[in-house]
């Protein structure tokens, strides 16, 4: 293991799935790490409210994306809303006004949202598609600066930010 892992219990045995068809009433909605030089990161999160476990099944994960080709990626994947990385409120603007989507600032409170996710890897009520490469990679590599540091590096960020961002919200109504 890396020193200074964010999410050390992350695993690709208790984490990793195949890829199933998923049911058209489990809800689902994005989290999304905008960049422009770095990639930006749009996570599809899905929720199973007869197994009470989440989902993360699709992932974009490109840069130098303009708003219209992100709001056309958020729209053909059908999320009921999308919640975003709040430094990009310009960008997220464009998008929203542009494509006409359901969009909601994400809650930037990194500590509060690392721990909402280690509960649920710890719990294993969340699993990664194998597909979604990207997301998996990064989160095996996403640390903190430097050791006994609690600010997170930059490095292996983006999908983990999106992750994050995704559950930034309240979800108890899910």
């Known amino acids: 293991k890396i ?3 964010i999410y050390p219990d992350f695993n690709r045995a208790d984490h990793v799935i195949a890829p199933f068809e998923i049911p058209k009433h ?3 909605w994005a989290g999304l790490d905008y960049g422009w030089t770095d990639p930006t ?16 099944y699709d992932q974009f994960y490109k840069n130098r994306q303009l708003a219209e080709v992100i709001g056309a990626h958020i729209k053909q994947k059908g999320f ?20 006409k989507l359901r969009m909601e600032q994400a809650d930037n409170s990194v500590d509060i949202g690392i ?19 990207n997301v998996i990679r990064e989160m095996e590599g996403y640390c903190y600066e430097k050791s006994g540091s609690s600010k997170p590096g930059h490095d292996c960020s983006h999908s983990p930010d999106s992750l994050r961002y995704g559950f930034s919200r309240n979800l108890a109504g899910v």
């Open 115 to 133: 721990q909402r996710i280690t509960k649920l890897l710890k719990e294993t009520r969340i699993e990664f598609f194998d597909d979604c490469e």
């Open 3 to 5: 020193e200074g892992l």
């Open 26 to 28: 489990w809800p689902k």
């Open 41 to 56: 990161s749009i996570l599809g999160i899905t929720f199973d409210p007869e197994g009470k476990k989440f989902y993360i």
């Open 80 to 99: 009921s809303y999308t919640i975003w990385d709040p430094a990009a409120v310009a960008v997220m603007n464009e998008v929203r006004n542009v494509c």
